[in-house]
C-alpha cells in the first residue's frame, strides 16, 4: 500500500489504477482488497448509516435525494433499477413516486453489494409498509446480476465513489438499460466556489471522523468516506467518462454549489 498525494490529479490516479491499483480514500490498495475493504466499511456503518446521514449532511442529503427522483420522474410501468441502493432511500422514494402519480404499483430493484445495507433496508421497507413492488439484489455494480437491456432508469447515488472501477460500472449501467434507458448518478463532487470549497474540505474532515466516533463508534469507516469523496473525479471529467461509456446528451447539474452534482445520460 502506498500513501498519495491526495491532491494528486485525476490522470495521476487513473495511471495509479492502472498498475493494479485502486484508491481507498487516500490510500492505493491492489484492486482486488478494495472491494472487500469497501464491504467492512459499509457492514460497520450499516446500523448507523440513516441516522449518520442526517447528522452530517444536517438532514440536506433528504434534499438532494428528492431532487434526484424528480429529474427521474419514474412513471407506472417502468422498470427501475436502482444500484449502491444501500437502506433504500432512493428506492423508497421512486417508489412513493410511482404510486401517488399512477396509483400503479411501482417495480423498482434495489441491488447493493452489502447484505447487511439491504438488511437495514429490507427492515426498514417492512416498518413503512413498502412491502410489493420492491426488490432486494445482492450485486456488485461492476458485474450486475441483471440482463442486457432490462430497465428503462438506472440510478446510483452515494455509491459510484465506493467501486473499484469505475468505468466498468458505468458500462455495466449501459448494458443493462433499455435503449431510450436513463442513468443518473448523485455523488459528492467538486465545490465550485474556492472559499466555500476550502470550508466544506475543513469540515467534512474533521466532522465525519468526530460523528463517526461519537456515533457509529468508527472513525476510520467515516474517514475514508471523506477521503473517497475527495478523490471522485470532478463534473466534467465523470461526464466525459459516461460518453466514453457509450452515454449520449451526458449532461450535469450542481446542488449546494457543487457539493453533489448529478449526472445523467441515456442509452439511445
Ligand atoms: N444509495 C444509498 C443512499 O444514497 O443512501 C446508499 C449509499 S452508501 C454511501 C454506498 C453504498 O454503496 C453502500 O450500501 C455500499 O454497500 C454500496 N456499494 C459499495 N460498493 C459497491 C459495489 N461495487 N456494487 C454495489 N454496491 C456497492
Given at each position: 500500500m502506498s500513501e498519495p498525494d491526495?491532491?494528486?490529479?485525476a490522470a495521476d490516479r487513473e495511471a495509479r489504477t492502472d498498475d493494479g491499483l485502486a484508491s481507498f480514500g487516500y490510500r492505493d490498495v491492489p484492486r482486488a482488497e478494495k472491494a472487500g475493504l469497501v464491504r467492512e466499511v459499509f457492514e460497520s456503518v450499516a446500523p448507523r448509516y440513516d441516522l449518520m446521514n442526517d447528522l452530517m449532511s444536517g438532514g440536506v442529503h433528504r434534499l438532494w435525494k428528492n431532487a434526484l427522483v424528480d429529474v427521474v420522474n419514474p412513471r407506472a410501468g417502468e422498470r427501475l433499477l436502482d444500484v449502491a441502493?444501500?437502506?433504500?432511500d432512493i428506492a423508497f422514494r421512486l417508489a412513493r413516486r410511482v404510486e401517488e402519480k399512477g396509483r400503479a404499483r411501482a417495480d423498482v430493484t434495489v441491488c447493493d453489494i452489502n447484505p447487511a445495507m439491504l438488511r437495514v433496508g429490507r427492515d426498514r421497507a417492512i416498518d413503512r409498509g413498502l412491502l410489493q413492488g420492491l426488490t432486494w439484489a445482492a450485486g456488485d455494480a461492476e458485474n450486475l446480476p441483471f440482463p442486457d437491456r432490462a430497465f428503462d432508469a438506472y440510478t446510483i447515488a452515494f455509491g459510484?465513489?465506493?467501486?473499484?472501477d469505475i468505468d466498468q460500472a458505468l458500462r455495466e449501467a449501459w448494458r443493462v438499460l433499455k435503449p431510450g434507458g436513463r442513468y443518473y448518478c448523485l455523488e459528492f463532487s467538486k465545490v465550485t466556489s474556492a472559499p466555500v470549497g476550502r470550508l466544506y474540505d475543513a469540515y467534512s474532515e474533521r466532522a465525519l471522523p468526530f460523528f463517526g466516533r461519537i456515533v457509529?463508534?468508527?472513525?476510520e469507516s467515516y474517514r475514508y468516506l471523506h477521503e473517497s469523496i475527495r478523490r471522485f473525479p470532478p463534473q466534467r471529467e465523470l461526464a466525459a467518462r459516461l460518453r466514453r461509456a457509450g452515454f449520449a446528451q451526458v449532461a450535469w447539474r450542481n446542488m449546494t454549489l457543487g457539493v453533489v452534482a448529478l449526472h445523467s445520460g441515456w442509452r439511445i
Open positions: 491526495p491532491s494528486a490529479s441502493g444501500g437502506t433504500g459510484l465513489r465506493n467501486v473499484t457509529a463508534h468508527d472513525a
